[in-house]
Nanobody
Framework: QVQLVESGGGLVQAGGSLRLSCAAS????????MGWFRQTPGKERDIVAF????????WYTDSVKGRFTISRDNAKNTVYLQMNSLKPEDTAAYYC?????????????????WGQGTQVTVSS
């Protein structure tokens, strides 16, 4: 079955960096667009970054532009989220998601598979 497993979350001070990884199995990874989402208690799951199947198409939400970088290694079936200059407002559970259909997708409901999430906490 399809599995997405996130890792790399943790506690970091404001201004610090973390690199999240999402290892995929059970699917043809290179055929799936990938997204990173984040969610805080009581709020909706919002997209942070998107990467197309080939890696040539990228999108970021405004609040992370210039600080976060999404990338993928199709040979390793892994997508990454490099997070720099972290702020307390970046604190959330972060999820990776896979989508079989092409094109930019910013809505959680349009993704087919999800990881279990990894917590990122940024202290001030």
């Amino acid at each position: 079955q399809v599995q997405l497993v996130e890792s790399g979350g943790g506690l970091v001070q404001a201004g610090g960096s973390l690199r999240l990884s999402c290892a995929a199995s059970g699917l043809t990874f290179s055929s799936y667009a990938m997204g990173w989402f984040r969610q805080t208690p009581g709020k909706e799951r919002d997209i942070v970054a998107f990467i197309s199947q080939s890696g040539s198409g990228l999108w970021y939400t405004d609040s992370v532009k210039g600080r976060f970088t999404i990338s993928r290694d199709n040979a390793k079936n892994t997508v990454y989220l490099q997070m720099n200059s972290l702020k307390p407002e970046d604190t959330a559970a972060y999820y990776c998601a896979a989508r079989a259909r092409g094109g930019l997708a910013r809505t959680a409901a349009t993704y087919d598979y999800w990881g279990q999430g990894t917590q990122v906490t940024v202290s001030s």
